[in-house]
């Protein structure tokens, strides 16, 4: 799978996993769900690591917290793996 381009044009990548996340659906052109999550993990797999274990470990942390499933849980649930990933890649 080709990865989307425009998600490249930074000089650096977004600081928070939230613009991340909100720069890529506009990209893909998918609404927030399953469905863009896992296009998510197989567009980015230095990111996701194993996708489906961290997709996995994402409902798992829903139950836990008793969290809904939301942009904003998704993000807050990613960044601290986000901003690892943005300073190996600096």
Known sequence: ????A???LYASRPPTFWHFLEDAL????LPYGPQARERLARTF???FGQSDATL?????WLARTGSADTREGFAR???QRYRRWI????
């Open 1 to 4: 799978m080709a990865v989307p």
């Open 56 to 60: 996995r470990g994402y409902q798992r």
């Open 26 to 29: 506009l990209v893909l052109g």
């Open 87 to 90: 300073g190996l890649a600096a």
């Open 45 to 47: 797999p230095e990111l």
């Open 6 to 8: 425009s998600l490249f």
């Open 77 to 79: 649930y990613m960044d």
